[in-house]
């Protein structure tokens, strides 16, 4: 069995966004909203999360140069929080991941991992077909360790 439990893959799978947790080079975490896209477990595999450096607004032109690049490439260790609020505090619930990050390039020598990428952000998040995707990094997460609660569990 992998490191994420059915509900915790179920969870994870009705999620829309995510928040990316970085360490930037003060040693302090850095935050952002991400969105994501998972690669199935296989063969007893760790999962994979993967989230694009996309087209939307930025404040440079270059993605490799944003703040989330650079610390990931400084320590590749990075977390993931996905939770989900309800006015209803027993529907209240939130999963903690945490993992490996790197940097896919399109041209890089996981071309076939890039490529994957693409296809299942562009299925997960149909916004993406208007976006050149093949042409940019994309972050691949490979999550270690999953932790989660919910007011109301369901078993």
Same mark, same amino acid.
């Given at each position: 069995m992998?490191i994420?439990?059915? *509900? ?6 009705a ?7 970085t360490i ?9 909203p991400?969105?994501f896209?998972? =690669? ?5 595999? *760790?999962?994979v ?7 939307k607004?930025? /404040? ?8 989330r ?5 400084a320590?590749?260790e990075?977390?993931?929080?996905? *939770?989900?609020?309800?006015? *209803?505090?027993?529907?209240l619930?939130w999963? =903690?991941?945490?993992?490996t ?6 041209d890089g ?10 296809g299942?952000? =562009?299925? /997960? ?15 691949r ?15």
């Amino acid at each position: 069995m992998g490191i994420l439990t059915p *509900d915790q893959r179920a969870f994870l799978s009705a999620a829309r966004t995510a928040t990316l947790a970085t360490i930037d080079a003060q040693g302090r975490p850095r935050l952002v909203p991400i969105c994501f896209a998972m =690669r199935s477990e296989a063969s007893g595999e *760790d999962p994979v999360l993967y989230t694009p450096l996309d087209e939307k607004p930025k /404040r440079g032109s270059d993605v490799r140069g944003l703040a989330r690049v650079r610390d990931i490439l400084a320590v590749p260790e990075v977390a993931l929080l996905i *939770d989900h609020w309800d006015e *209803d505090w027993l529907q209240l619930a939130w999963l =903690r991941l945490s993992g490996t990050a790197e940097l896919l390039e399109p041209d890089g020598p996981d071309i076939a991992a890039h490529a994957e990428a693409v296809g299942l952000l =562009r299925a /997960r998040y149909p916004q993406y077909a208007m976006h050149a995707l093949e042409s940019l990094p994309i972050i691949r997460v490979r999550l270690d360790r999953a932790l989660g609660w919910e007011a109301t569990p369901r078993s």
